[in-house]
């Protein structure tokens, strides 16, 4: 039958695809960048998210990198990408159909930003299918760690492995024909199946099946000499007369849906927002539009046909890949005790005030925290040591009277947190967690929290109607010598002791009486009915938050020595983008540190030409959210939270940024940024044309290594030196 999938698809494609076939090196030319309608003052915020993707990609194509934490990187740009066509794509997908025809900020249509979108992607595929191929896989065979096809194997290998799959794999399989009597199956959400078309020597007729790889099942069988790695859907292939007895198996291949995964809920008309959200969840499953279609190259324009048809696709939304299918299952082998394959592990240090004391106990937060606030910087410094313990000893203190938190994406109710706020609520304390359902992609998760939490006493809330509430706020209420005594957390991270090792992230915790007295009020205006419109510390979203950043860049572009920095992982919002420029033609300094979107133009003559934006991408998330307003002769004003500049964050959710007054505090912040700003190892600057490039390693400073060490250092006696 000939092979000709690709005539189905745009012109790129079909190139890359063919060249793939014949064996030829298949990098295409750099995607097109989309035209601007306008006069270039905006970068478009799709091409700018897929650019950070490229720069992620980049490290899973850094040569110097362990081949594990290579093949990580691959994973991440995989899921990444997933999360990017589920949403975003989705969305604009939705606009084509409605037929909106308003551009975005910067010229550009929804069908104008799906081509251009199109054109990038087809190239992060083709680099991440070189990488896989060329590279990861052939150093991961040195390290003997090979994966392998079922062609590769011996008579006694083939014969395990039969077992193996009538054992463990057969009984969970189900063959769906398509035929008159058969309707087309519905294929789910990121699911990977194979496209199988079967003889009837009786009746000579060709049928088509499709077979789900399940994903209760692992992604890899592992062979007996523990070295060698089969993809499931290779070992199910291999024995599809199994599951069609009778018939001639005449094609199989493999390929993969993505739907849109954007829920629609109209929370006014909700009496149950929980019961709402999960009769959506179960609808939205069902009957969610497919956006993209992966294919191998070899998938026959008979079946490819039929697929796209079936599944009411164009050719644009189409993607061939040479590569593994789903490369998010590297993460199976990431997972391998191999740790000279991977990079050096790291653990947080303890918070040098939260040391422990002569016996090896640690010592009481309360305590700590009445002589003075603390800051810490995870991964660099413990979060089990610092949040954890903070909310660990509030629920067996017997003098705490209340916990109050917020709880945008955490662990699970195994988790320490909600393991120390069901214990807390079991002892008689006052304990309330407003559970955010609409967190996108945990919302499933979140609702097993919610109930977990309601068994066990917990007041449980779900924020406020139309607002996602994504601050990230504790609130400990105290008794003390007769009086009452509040303790706050405020991070830019979630609750979760996972991503707490892999995200960087700060936490301020504090007894600040007039913070608690904010922590209070945000608290009852979350749970309650409040038209709270000002806070004395907390800068609040939606009420007040992009009013006072728009108030502080202004101010800075009236002084003659203002000086902006801030350090978020977007900015998109017009209004604040504006506000930047006309601080730069004002004569204001500014340095943006954004790890991923960026719509703002730099260095462009009379409009922003005193502006700089750099990106870190390395082995920790850059996630913490710092705002400097201010010089350094006439001081500075810095705020940390869970807000970006974004038109969703400033203006559909609940965000609370909090200022950090300390001023051995605030010399920490300001040495966070300067290491980013000098860092030319994991840097990345933001040109004037929109290209990204990698900033030339002069001196050698990597942002992590450098933080690692002085979080090590910081824990030494004096004179004792610390390293990464």
């Not at 691959?74 to 604009?92: H, T, Y």
């Not at 199956?185 to 194979?194: A, E, G, K, V």
């Not at 209420?477 to 405020?490: N, Q």
Request: hydrophobic share 40%; net charge negative; glycine share 6%.
């Amino acid at each position: 039958m000939a092979r000709a999938a690709d005539s189905r698809l745009s012109q790129s494609a079909a190139q890359s695809g063919k060249a793939r076939r014949n064996g030829a090196a298949s990098r295409p030319a750099p995607a097109p960048r989309p035209r601007a309608k306008t006069q270039q003052r905006y970068i478009n915020r799709e091409v700018s998210w897929l650019d950070f993707n490229s720069r992620v990609l980049a490290l899973a194509e850094d040569r110097t990198s362990p081949v594990l934490e290579r093949a990580k990187f691959l994973a991440i740009v995989s899921q990444n990408q997933d999360e990017f066509f589920q949403v975003r794509v989705a969305g604009l997908k939705e606009q084509v159909g409605a037929g909106v025809s308003a551009t975005a900020p910067d010229g550009l249509t929804p069908q104008e930003q799906l081509a251009a979108i199109r054109a990038q992607v087809v190239g992060l595929v083709a680099r991440q299918d070189r990488v896989y191929n060329d590279e990861v896989v052939p150093l991961l065979r040195e390290a003997d760690i090979h994966i392998v096809g079922t062609g590769e194997l011996d008579e006694a290998e083939r014969t395990w492995l039969l077992g193996v799959f009538e054992e463990r794999i057969f009984p969970v399989l189900t063959p769906l024909a398509v035929d008159p009597a058969h309707p087309f199956p519905y294929i789910s959400n990121l699911s990977l199946n194979l496209a199988v078309q079967v003889r009837d020597p009786v009746r000579r007729r060709t049928r088509f099946a499709r077979v789900k790889v399940p994903p209760i099942l692992p992604r890899f069988i592992v062979m007996p000499d523990g070295q060698r790695f089969i993809p499931l859907e290779q070992v199910i292939a291999t024995h599809l007369d199994h599951l069609f007895p009778g018939m001639k198996v005449v094609s199989h291949h493999p390929f993969r849906v993505t739907r849109n995964a954007d829920l629609e809920l109209e929370e006014d008309e909700a009496d149950d927002l929980l019961a709402a959200i999960e009769t959506e969840l179960r609808r939205h499953r069902r009957l969610a539009d497919v956006v993209r279609l992966e294919v191998d190259p070899d998938m026959s324009e008979e079946v490819l046909s039929l697929l796209v048809r079936e599944l009411e696709l164009g050719e644009d939304d189409v993607y061939v890949t040479s590569g593994l299918l789903d490369m998010g299952a590297l993460w199976a082998l990431h997972a391998l005790d191999r740790p000279e394959l991977k990079d050096e592990p790291w653990t947080g240090t303890v918070q040098p005030r939260l040391q422990p004391g002569p016996n090896g106990a640690p010592p009481s937060v309360f305590r700590v925290l009445r002589e003075g606030d603390v800051l810490v910087h995870h991964p660099y410094e413990s979060f089990a040591t610092s949040v954890e313990a903070f909310i660990e000893q509030a629920s067996r203190d017997q003098d705490v009277l209340a916990i109050k938190q917020t709880l945008y994406r955490t662990s699970g109710p195994e988790g320490s947190i909600m393991r120390s706020l069901i214990r807390a609520a079991e002892r008689g304390k006052q304990v309330v967690a407003l559970v955010e359902l609409k967190a996108r992609f945990d919302e499933s998760a979140n609702i097993a929290w919610a109930r977990a939490l309601e068994q066990a006493g917990v007041h449980v809330v779900y924020g406020l109607v139309g607002l996602k509430t994504h601050s990230k706020v504790t609130l400990v209420v105290r008794r003390e010598d007769g009086a009452i005594r509040h303790y706050v957390h405020v991070g830019t991270g979630n609750y979760n002791p996972t991503t707490a090792t892999i995200y960087e992230d700060l936490g301020l915790l504090s007894a600040d009486p007039v913070l608690g007295a904010d922590a209070i009020e945000l608290f009852n205006h979350l749970t309650g009915y409040s038209r709270q419109r000002s806070w004395r510390r907390m800068v609040v979203a939606p009420v007040g938050m992009r009013s006072s950043i728009l108030e502080l860049i202004k101010r800075e572009a009236l002084l003659p020595d203002g000086r902006i920095v801030m350090k978020m992982n977007s900015l998109v919002d017009e209004e604040v983008i504006n506000a930047l420029y006309e601080a730069s033609t004002a004569g204001t300094e500014i340095d943006l540190v954004i790890r991923g979107i960026c719509c703002l133009r730099p260095g462009v003559p009379g409009q922003s030409e005193r502006i700089r934006v750099r990106s870190i991408v390395g082995r920790f998330l850059e996630h913490s959210r710092i705002f400097r307003f201010g010089s350094d002769g006439r001081g500075a004003d810095y705020y940390i939270g869970s807000a970006d500049m974004m038109p969703r964050n400033l203006d559909r959710r609940v965000e609370v940024l909090v200022p950090v007054l300390d001023p051995a505090l605030t010399e920490s912040l300001a040495h966070i940024m300067d290491v980013e700003l000098a860092d030319d190892v994991l840097g990345w600057r933001l040109g004037p044309d929109g290209e990204w490039t990698k900033v030339p390693t002069v001196k050698g400073v990597d942002t992590h290594r450098k933080l690692m060490s002085d979080a090590l250092a910081a824990t030494q006696p004096a004179g004792v030196a610390g390293g990464a």
